[in-house]
């Protein structure tokens, strides 16, 4: 064992993913506040704390205002940086936006409290991530470039290699490797993080899920290869489709040169927190059982957790449960014939329900969503494959267009900004409602509507949206 130390850094998600992994995001700010003060003297690299799916569930779900989330957070969290997962150039939300939107968005999220701004693209399409990138770097925020781990011929250690170069010439401060299916097994992490670590001299830090079981055996590989940081939950909400448990990492890697510092009397103390909240979420029905468990059938089919409970949904809302295994089998074929995308959202969205709709009518591409047809013509970014040129025909044809797009697609979009301002003008309160706005127009536009009635008193009931689980 050497004798220098090289003590790995955590990265705390119960805030964010885990929850967002195992409760469908449904964990309340208020829930959130009253361990703040504890969680801020562990010496934690950071708390990831907002982005992903918890603005859209804030608004939609939880009548609150992610945004007075975050400054409640940073007000709490005096000593330890705020991290946040942001979706390249569709921001927090499904599709691409214009420039002035992801430059506007990035400075707000700043100057409300974020630190570290990871920032990923669903296709790795290098194009996608340069906007928020500089924006992150205009603002004296640390820039993290994600990198989507998948599976593929395409995949190789020199493609990873040749993308951490590219990051690293984009201006990046660090690089996540972001394993969001759980894919990463340990004997191929100590080659990717080797094969990164000679691509580029930026910390490398991993995110994985524990969905197929080998989460925590990945992370040791990771970190003896050189590994700077890893994602780590709270033990109460931690395993399953979450990430392996914080306590029981930091135990793994005590009295070793790795050994993180960290204190588990400390950390006994937030899992005490959460434990009688993981109880109520399990009587509730909001926590599954179903999701607690190892998939192995996730390495098989690449499926990430978060995905396999919404096919789960589509396919009962069609009546077509019996169907599960068949559309399991068909989504690798899918995701083939759209060039290989790693599937995270929205790629993983996109292609689940398009096997869906291939399954359920007996006739593959019969019928084929406006997402589908806009990734195979282009207007989410480049695959790493190609298409298959048949069903990417199907597509052009239905869109009018002779040739699919080469450029970056948010060339094509004119600054929105101005008149998403007009458009909400009745309802502004602050400068960042035009940003929910942006995102989000019918569900802001409800909860504004909401905000409004709540300060007026006027009965502020609306009819429910529709609840739908985002994946990671």
Not at 12 to 40: C, F, V
Not at 60 to 75: A, H, I, N, T
Not at 342 to 366: D, E, F, M
Not at 447 to 460: L, M, N, P, S
Request: aromatic content about 8%; overall charge negative.
């Amino acid at each position: 064992m050497s004798d220098v130390k090289k003590p790995v850094k955590i990265t705390e998600t119960i805030l964010r993913d885990a929850h967002q992994s195992l409760i469908a995001t449904r964990m309340t700010t208020e829930q959130m506040l009253p361990i703040i003060d504890k969680m801020d003297e562990i010496g934690y690299h950071s708390v990831e704390c907002w982005g992903g799916a918890t603005f859209d569930a804030c608004l939609r779900f939880l009548k609150e205002d992610p945004w007075v989330r975050l400054r409640k957070l940073k007000d709490g969290f005096k000593k330890t940086k705020l991290q946040m997962l942001f979706r390249g150039q569709n921001i927090l939300g499904y599709s691409p936006y214009a420039d002035d939107v992801v430059e506007y968005f990035v400075q707000k999220s700043i100057a409300n409290g974020i630190d570290i701004i990871r920032i990923f693209d669903c296709l790795n399409d290098i194009r996608n991530l340069e906007t928020a990138v500089k924006a992150a770097n205009k603002e004296k925020g640390h820039a993290q470039v994600a990198l989507s781990y998948t599976l593929g011929d395409a995949y190789t250690m020199d493609y990873w290699k040749n993308m951490a170069k590219q990051i690293e010439e984009m201006g990046a401060d660090s690089i996540c490797i972001k394993d969001m299916a759980g894919l990463l097994v340990p004997t191929e992490a100590t080659k990717l993080v080797t094969a990164l670590k000679e691509g580029t001299k930026l910390p490398i830090q991993l995110h994985t899920h524990y969905t197929s079981g080998v989460a925590s055996m990945t992370y040791m590989k990771a970190v003896e290869a050189g590994c700077d940081i890893i994602d780590t939950a709270m033990s109460p909400l931690a395993l399953g489709t979450s990430q392996p448990a914080t306590e029981v990492m930091v135990k793994a890697f005590e009295g070793t040169e790795f050994d993180s510092g960290l204190d588990q009397t400390k950390l006994a103390e937030i899992a005490d927190y959460f434990k009688p909240l993981r109880e109520q979420w399990l009587e509730s029905g909001l926590l599954s059982p179903k999701v607690m468990g190892v998939n192995i059938k996730t390495l098989l089919y690449q499926v990430p957790g978060g995905m396999l409970s919404n096919l789960v949904s589509q396919l009962k809302e069609m009546h077509a449960e019996d169907k599960f295994d068949e559309v399991l089998e068909e989504v690798p074929r899918v995701r083939k014939d759209f060039g290989e995308p790693p599937l995270v959202t929205p790629s993983s969205q996109i292609v689940g329900t398009q096997a869906v709709l291939n399954v359920v009518t007996g006739q593959r591409y019969k019928m084929m969503t406006k997402e589908s047809k806009d990734l195979l013509v282009g207007k989410y970014g480049q695959t790493v494959k190609p298409m298959d040129k048949e069903v990417q025909k199907m597509a052009l044809d239905s869109l009018g267009m002779k040739e699919p797009i080469t450029y970056r697609p948010a060339d094509d979009i004119e600054p929105q900004l101005e008149k998403l301002e007009k458009e909400m003008a009745q309802y502004k309160k602050q400068d960042e409602d035009v940003l929910s706005y942006a995102l989000f127009p019918q569900v802001a536009t409800e909860f504004f509507k909401y905000r409004e009635a709540q300060e007026t008193g006027i009965d502020a009931s609306l009819a429910n949206t529709e609840d739908k689980t985002y994946p990671v």
